[in-house]
């Protein structure tokens, strides 16, 4: 079982001491937060392209790096980097050949029901499923839309830049999408 090994794996990692070698504090090192997919590709791929070391960002995850509400939890989180954390950048990282592109929602919602969810239940829900579950066709696009939200917040600082990126999971190569300064 999964939880087991990690369980095991992490009694072994607290005795050896194996934490020391990524202590930091809670401000990040290079003062910005950056918010991105939570694809799996992205997890060691991303820090080592950007030259990023532990300690070094506040990071935000989501599926897509989609940013549609700017009162959601997303935005809470880049908030509290900014004013409790001391981040002073905000970078939006979209990435090539994401899950969210051209989500199949209807489909997603098939696999729920597969999964043991009942029609009623989805029916019922506070939201409609087709406004929130959604993905996007074009992943600059989405980049810039979570940018500009980012960006026209009226709790954001005027003088914090929120630049948008999309990565390549395969060679970690960056295309710039928008220059925040």
């Given at each position: 079982m999964l939880l087991d090994d990690i369980l095991t794996y992490n009694q072994k990692f607290v005795e050896d001491k194996s934490y020391e070698a990524y202590e930091t504090d809670k401000f990040p090192n290079k003062r910005?937060?950056?918010?991105?997919?939570?694809d799996t590709r992205l997890v060691?791929?991303?820090?080592k392209a950007l030259n990023l070391q532990n300690g070094d960002v506040k990071m935000v995850k989501n599926a897509g790096a989609i940013l549609n509400d700017s009162y959601d939890s997303t935005m809470k989180s880049i908030l509290v980097a900014i004013y409790a954390l001391q981040a002073d950048e905000v970078f939006v990282i979209g990435h090539h050949r994401c899950g969210m592109t051209?989500?199949?929602?209807?489909?997603f919602i098939d696999i729920m029901k597969e999964r043991g969810i009942e029609q009623t239940t989805i029916e019922n829900l506070d939201k409609d499923p087709k406004e929130w579950l959604t993905g996007f066709d074009d992943v600059e696009?989405?980049?810039?839309?979570?940018?500009r939200i980012i960006e026209n917040h009226p709790l954001l600082p005027e003088d914090v830049p929120v630049h948008g990126l999309v990565i390549d999971p395969a060679t970690g190569?960056?295309?710039l999408v928008k220059k925040g300064y």
């Open positions: 910005a937060v950056i918010f991105t997919c939570m060691e791929l991303l820090p051209h989500f199949d929602t209807d489909g696009a989405s980049v810039e839309q979570s940018t190569k960056l295309d």
